[in-house]
């Protein structure tokens, strides 16, 4: 059974930071491209940060370069995101993505809520 399970989100003042991670099970995490991505009430869900390419390359939204960086563990299945100096505008539900490399296939987590407000 296929799995992503995101965990790490919460309530956050502005300016500070979290780690989010999301857990792997049921699939060769090694051959996926992972990423993270977002979506604020009333808006469309939106990539935010991604491995491009197997050697791991990543790429970042204009809007969270230099504040965000993601990183995978693949002897732990795991992709992460950290998060710093965070704003308001980066309230939402915060999502993983795997897409295999080879075949397009693509599962999502469930999703886990941040909240930066003071």
């Known amino acids: 059974q296929v799995q992503l399970v995101e965990s790490g989100g919460g309530l956050v003042q502005p300016g500070g930071s979290l780690r989010l991670s999301c857990a792997a099970s049921?699939?060769?995490?090694?051959?996926?491209?992972m990423s993270w991505y977002r979506q604020a009430p009333g808006k469309e869900r939106e990539l935010i940060a991604g491995f491009t390419n197997p050697a791991g390359t990543t790429s970042y939204k204009d809007s969270v370069k230099g504040r965000f960086t993601i990183s995978r563990d693949n002897a732990k299945n795991t992709v992460y995101i950290q998060m710093n100096s965070l704003k308001p505008e980066d309230t939402a539900v915060y999502y993983c993505?795997?897409?295999?490399?080879?075949?397009?296939?693509?599962?999502w987590g469930q999703g886990t809520q941040v909240t930066v407000s003071s």
């Open positions: 049921g699939f060769t995490f090694s051959s996926y491209a």
């Open positions: 993505r795997g897409i295999g490399w080879h075949d397009g296939t693509g599962y």
